[in-house]
């Protein structure tokens, strides 16, 4: 019986030929990952094992993205016993303000992660890394200490579920349309423990920005990880980046799966997933008279460079509805930079909009950005769960660029068609 | 034995409303479980008495890898939660620090709010006493066993390292 991608890179990393759904294995990994939120308790489950140090000090990425620049005291403490571990422990990849990203766009383009890498973060977006043809999954704060001292972790090896994406791109329809129509046809637990592997022409249209967004979001319908084969799009990334050496790996012709889901893309219209759940997902035609607050351009599902040309190219000319705050945040350092270069930033400023730094910030709820009760917005980040972006009574829709864009244009839901 | 009462919920039961984000700048296991289920139901920490049981359906803890929601659960005093199932990172997340988790659908079905319940974590019985019925959960597979033995991950960890050095 031939083997799955993830299954392969398992299998590299616990010294085996192949491994079977179910089976639990002991693996090397590549990268540990930590934030802000997820890493000072770490830290304090790390002291009590006793390790002198990390195991490899280039193979521990510290992010403070989520409450950064620091909201409160709390935060700023948080953030201190990030940067003072990484200090002592003399760690090469701590990101400090003025050089950070949000952690899943920052750590594939600073090349921390490769094709057929196993990477564990201590964030549930982890599985971001999937897009590059690796396998990398989210845990909690403990498996990111334990991982830490060992550089190695558990693992049950998930089942396989494919999904094959056929059929040409409708225009404004993008990787976030893609993933959100798959949860809501699958739900939020249609692929619970399990590996969803995205494949299909379409598949090979998308750009990576798209492919990242799609593996972004393979949590959000429960799933263990996300992954992509990797082809020349996802070489020609790697190269010029990916800091150590990588190994491209593909599912088998015979390799086994426990679901194929078949999408037809060319039936798509944009996607808007209504709250509190992403499964909501309906056509954005059906949420025209929706009126909103607010629109979030960002996060570490949508804040990459293509995202911001497409919402630019829609807010070029306009100027954002009166009773809408548009807030734009670019997901790295290099990307803020890029949009100022591009005059994208330009553009955004005159339209009305407020850019920021690079934050998770409004996406938790945290910070820049967050609602009062009974306020609405759209959104390209990842979640719309009861007070995700603010207060219990305030209401989150998710979408892509194009329609975030066109909806803070318009003051409700819309699709940037409207606009013409 | 775990002894006490049922707070039942519903599915998709997630991390944001398990511990909000805006008391995500603690690690603080008493205040984390002063704020446990506010947005879902805010009167949770005032009825909440040790040794309770967490009752919900499908998907138990989907959402962020926040550690800080089986922290504030256990840290309230829950004694174990069942639910039909967990999200992977809640399950993995709840074992290592120590939160006992069942699933059984069955007994899922046949408990309501407010029902008293025995388990035993050993063999994976849960008996509820207000009707009389008993359910049986999937026990634990062995490496949990072990690393449950060992008292969670971080000692795990610390066993492993040991042997290394």
Not at chain 1, 47 to 56: L, N, Q
Not at chain 1, 139 to 168: C, H, I, N, R
Not at chain 1, 327 to 337: G, R
Not at chain 2, 22 to 45: G, K, Q, W
């Amino acid at each position: 019986m031939g083997q799955t991608i993830t299954q392969k890179i398992l299998a590299a990393h616990c010294g085996k030929d192949g491994v079977d759904p179910g089976e639990l294995i002991n693996a090397r990994l590549d990268l540990v990952l930590g934030n802000d939120i997820t890493a000072p308790i770490a830290i304090r489950e790390f002291e009590k094992i006793g390790a002198k140090t990390v195991f490899d000090k280039d193979r521990v990425a510290l992010v403070p993205d989520h409450s950064t620049p620091n909201k409160d005291i709390k935060s700023a403490e948080l953030v201190k016993i990030l940067r003072d571990f990484a200090k002592k422990h003399n760690i090469s990849y701590f990101f400090e303000i003025g050089k950070m990203g949000i952690e899943h766009t920052l750590l594939p383009d600073e090349g921390l992660v490769g094709p057929g890498d196993a990477v564990i973060g201590a964030d549930s977006h982890t599985c971001t890394y999937g897009a590059l043809g690796a396998f990398s999954t989210g845990v909690g704060s403990t498996d990111l200490a334990s991982a830490m001292a060992l550089g190695e972790t558990w693992f049950k090896v998930p089942e396989q579920m494919k999904f094959v994406y056929y059929g040409t791109f409708p225009k404004w329809v993008g990787g976030k349309d893609l993933i959100l129509h798959t949860i809501g046809k699958i739900g939020v637990d249609g692929a619970l423990y399990r590996s969803m592997e995205f494949t299909g022409e379409a598949i090979s249209e998308l750009d990576m920005a798209g492919r990242f967004t799609m593996c972004n979001m393979a949590i959000e319908a429960g799933g263990k990880n996300g992954i992509i084969a990797p082809d020349d799009k996802t070489l020609d990334y790697a190269k010029g980046r990916t800091k150590r050496s990588y190994e491209v790996y593909a599912s088998d012709a015979d390799a086994e799966y426990v679901d194929v889901v078949e999408i037809d893309v060319s039936k798509l219209e944009p996607i808007v997933s209504f709250p509190h759940l992403p499964e909501n997902a309906k056509p954005v035609s059906e949420a025209t008279h929706i009126r909103l607050d607010q629109s979030v351009i960002g996060s570490c599902t949508n804040g990459r460079m293509e995202d911001l040309r497409i919402a630019a190219g829609i807010l070029k000319g306009h100027k954002v509805h009166p009773d809408v705050r548009l807030i734009i945040i670019p997901a790295t350092q290099e990307i803020y930079l890029q949009s100022i270069k591009e005059g994208l930033t330009e553009i955004f400023v005159e339209a009305g909009g407020a850019v920021s730094t690079p934050t998770c910030g409004p996406c938790l709820g945290g910070h820049m950005g967050v609602l009062a009760e009974g306020e609405r917005a759209i959104a390209t980040t990842n979640r719309n769960f009861v007070g995700r972006m603010g207060h219990t009574k305030s209401e989150v829709y998710l979408a892509g660029p194009a329609v975030a864009a066109a909806s803070a244009i318009l003051g409700r839901i819309g699709s940037p068609e409207e606009l013409r | 034995m775990i002894k006490g009462k049922v707070h039942k919920y519903g599915s998709n039961v997630d991390t944001d409303v398990i511990i909000p984000a805006r008391y995500l700048n603690t690690t603080d296991p008493d205040e984390l479980a002063s704020h446990c289920m506010e947005d879902i139901d805010s009167e949770f920490v005032n009825k909440v008495k040790p040794g309770d049981i967490m009752v919900a359906e499908d998907n138990f803890g989907c959402g962020s890898s926040r550690e800080h929601a089986p922290i504030s659960i256990k840290a309230s005093g829950v004694g174990c939660v069942i639910a039909n199932t967990f999200a992977r990172i809640f399950y993995r997340n709840s074992l290592n620090v120590g939160l006992p988790i069942l699933e059984c659908p069955e007994a899922v079905a046949g408990i309501s709010e407010g029902d008293e319940l025995e388990i035993d974590l050993a063999t994976g019985g849960i008996t509820n006493v207000s009707t009389g019925k008993t359910y049986q959960a999937k026990a634990f597979p062995p490496f949990m066993q072990q690393l449950i033995e060992l008292g969670g991950l971080i000692n795990y960890a610390k066993t492993k390292l040991g042997q290394r050095q």
